[in-house]
């Protein structure tokens, strides 16, 4: 321990524990021993914060020093244990309802992380002069990791249709990242321009397919909830194919 720091308090550390069921907060692992980490190191915020900590096993603590394991998914994980514990969010937010938006949500946004790793992954395959690029796959398998995590709790607060939903869109990511793993060369050479449209098009459709199934578990028209959310800090949203933004017009 750094000279100076005090200890975490017994009530900070059991909460930390408790919101972590007493397991490695990452989904993957779930190891015991446990340790309680800062996410942004102590040495910066010098305090001991909940929304800065978790729990995680002594590897799992190691491969994050090391940054084996980076910051912004560390910040993912945390959150998928916010979803799963209602103390920790205001009283208006703690519905079912809400709950699911959050998960729905979540589970977007990592979707779209691991498209982006795929994509990079794929570009930096073509580009490599030096071998099978590792770097960028570790990222791309971290990023499968946390949408997995965010598919099953997703599944968790929906029900079954939303959950088929899920599991469709997450299983054609997968064998789109399996066949770039794979150096499959239909990947990296279409044949045609449209066939390149035609693909990103059904992975779009898979997700209006699963926000139709939210909208139906809430009750709610899909025009009265967004497709996504608005853009946020510069994330870049899946492109929008023609002759979809219209899919909901409401009447009158």
């Given at each position: 321990m750094a000279a100076n720091r005090p200890k975490v308090p017994r009530p900070l550390a059991r909460q930390l524990l408790v919101e972590a069921g007493h397991r490695c907060a990452i989904p993957t692992c779930r190891a015991t021993p446990l340790e309680i980490a800062h996410i942004v190191p102590w040495h910066r915020v010098r305090r001991h914060d909940l929304p800065n900590m978790i729990v995680l096993c002594p590897?799992?603590?190691?491969?994050?020093?090391?940054g084996d394991i980076d910051r912004?998914?560390?910040?993912?994980?945390?959150?998928?244990?916010r979803l799963s514990d209602a103390n920790h969010v205001a009283p208006e937010d703690s519905s079912p309802r809400a709950g699911l938006i959050r998960a729905y949500r979540l589970f977007q946004n990592e979707m779209i992380r691991w498209h982006?790793?795929?994509?990079?992954l794929a570009l930096a395959v073509v580009l490599s002069s030096a071998g099978f690029p590792t770097g960028t796959a570790e990222r791309c398998l971290r990023a499968a990791s946390v949408a997995r995590a965010a598919a099953d709790k997703l599944a968790e607060l929906g029900d079954?249709?939303?959950?088929?939903?899920?599991?469709?869109?997450?299983?054609?990511?997968?064998?789109?990242?399996?066949?770039?793993?794979?150096?499959?060369p239909s990947v990296f050479?279409?044949?045609?321009?449209?066939?390149?449209?035609?693909?990103?098009?059904e992975r779009f459709m898979e997700f209006v397919a699963l926000?139709?199934?939210v909208c139906a578990a809430l009750d709610l028209d899909p025009a009265e909830l967004d497709l996504f959310e608005a853009r946020r800090n510069g994330r870049e949203l899946p492109a929008v194919p023609?002759?979809?933004?219209?899919l909901w017009k409401t009447g009158g």
């Open positions: 590897n799992c603590h190691t491969r994050f020093d090391r912004q998914a560390m910040f993912r994980y945390k959150e998928l244990l982006k790793s795929i994509t990079q079954e249709d939303v959950t088929e939903a899920a599991n469709h869109l997450f299983d054609r990511y997968r064998a789109w990242a399996d066949d770039v793993f794979d150096l499959k050479h279409r044949s045609s321009r449209d066939e390149y449209e035609d693909e990103r098009r926000h139709e199934e023609l002759g979809t933004r219209g």
